[in-house]
């Protein structure tokens, strides 16, 4: 099992910045994707962004330009630098860590974290 705690959420004005981490049990192994969701009220779970373990990145449109995905793999943890927010970026947003054992992927989810961008 993986546990993943995130940090970093909380409320900031639009055009501020916010960093959130998600770290994943330092004794785990073969973690593969690393990524971030985000659910709005009313809305469907998206991805935000992802990172392989070589480091290529993927973003959602909306994000591209303001949001930097980045991982530390000697500690399992993943990073979402989030700048220039909107209050359409409000949303709980979770991490996602994909780990490969024997080639089988095991999917793990953070608990979420409350991003809200005023106005």
């Known amino acids: 099992q993986v546990q993943l705690v995130e940090s970093g959420g909380g409320l900031v004005q639009a055009g501020g910045s916010l960093r959130l981490s998600c770290a994943a049990s330092?004794?785990?192994?073969?973690?593969?994707?690393m990524a971030w969701y985000r659910q709005a009220p009313g809305n469907q779970r998206e991805l935000v962004a992802d990172?392989?373990?070589?480091?290529?990145?993927n973003y959602a449109d909306s994000v591209k330009g303001r949001f930097i995905i980045s991982r530390d793999n000697a500690k399992n943890t993943v990073y979402l630098q989030m700048n220039s927010l909107k209050p359409e970026d409000t949303a709980v947003y979770s991490c996602?860590?994909?780990?490969?054992?024997?080639?089988?992927?095991?999917?793990?989810w953070g608990q979420g974290t409350q991003v809200t961008v005023s106005s």
């Open positions: 996602k860590v994909i780990r490969r054992v024997l080639g089988l992927p095991y999917v793990y």
């Open positions: 330092r004794s785990a192994f073969g973690i593969d994707v």
């Open positions: 990172i392989s373990t070589d480091g290529s990145t």
